[in-house]
């Protein structure tokens, strides 16, 4: 069975610049989850999908981050304009059913900014 | 601050040494995961653990919840250079999942 993809495993911008990240879960899982993990830090999350809506992005940074889930499958994080805080790891999970704890959170390799 | 407080933050030790990690934090959870994440990748999940005071184990790894629900440890015999990685604790309370900020364990052969 495959894993969850995400994509450009790595990307290096410009403070100002815009960047996108995509992710496709495993089949068949409902949720979707985009986490921030800055160096040395646990994974924060941004945004929880169920199916194609969102159930929690009270910690998105909305006036520069965006994500959606068209169709209920992929996903895209967006980061305009990028600053030098954002340097991360972006992590996406999914899992199988509504909620949280359904069992098990499977993550992809994620994708490492670094803003300059 | 971290909800989650995780200690210690680095730890390295010697092939065969045992260890223990610990998680820590004031709320109550329904439930707490354990996750190990190795460089370039995402975090894998070890184990669950739901009530109060259970103890699971995984072949060398003992994890155990406390009574009251705040706490976990992870307990690793005779570590292994394979068991070198971040451990992560992850507590779930209302829908919430929280992560510690992780051990970073080297186990040097």
């Known amino acids: 069975e495959a894993g969850v993809a995400q994509s450009p495993r790595y990307k290096i911008i410009e403070k100002r610049q815009s960047v996108a990240f995509w992710c496709n879960p495993i089949?068949?899982?409902?949720?979707l989850y985009w986490y921030q993990q800055i160096l040395g830090q646990g994974p924060k999350l941004l945004i929880q999908?169920?199916?194609?809506?969102?159930?929690?992005d009270s910690q998105l940074p909305k006036d520069r981050f965006s994500a959606e889930r068209l169709k209920g499958v992929d996903s895209t994080l967006k980061i305009q304009p990028a600053k030098l805080e954002d340097s991360a790891v972006y992590l996406c999970a999914s899992s199988l059913g509504g909620g949280l704890f359904t069992g098990e959170l499977f993550f992809g390799e994620g994708s490492r900014l670094t803003v300059l | 601050t971290q909800l989650l407080e995780q200690s210690p933050q680095f730890l390295s030790i010697q092939e065969g040494e045992n260890l223990t990690v610990y998680c820590n934090s004031s709320?109550?959870?329904?439930?707490l995961q354990w996750y190990r994440q190795e460089p370039g990748e995402g975090p894998v999940l070890l184990v669950t653990v739901v009530t109060g005071g259970e103890v699971k184990k995984l072949k060398r790894l003992t994890f155990q919840f406390g009574d009251a629900r705040k706490d976990s440890s992870l307990h690793i015999t005779a570590a292994q250079p394979g068991d070198t990685g971040l451990y992560l604790c992850?507590?779930?309370?209302?829908?919430?999942?929280?992560f510690g900020a992780g051990t970073r364990l080297t186990v040097k052969p």
């Open positions: 709320s109550v959870f329904s439930s």
């Open positions: 992850a507590g779930l309370n209302n829908n919430d999942m929280r």
């Open positions: 999908f169920q199916n194609n809506g969102v159930v929690d």
């Open positions: 089949s068949g899982h409902a949720t």
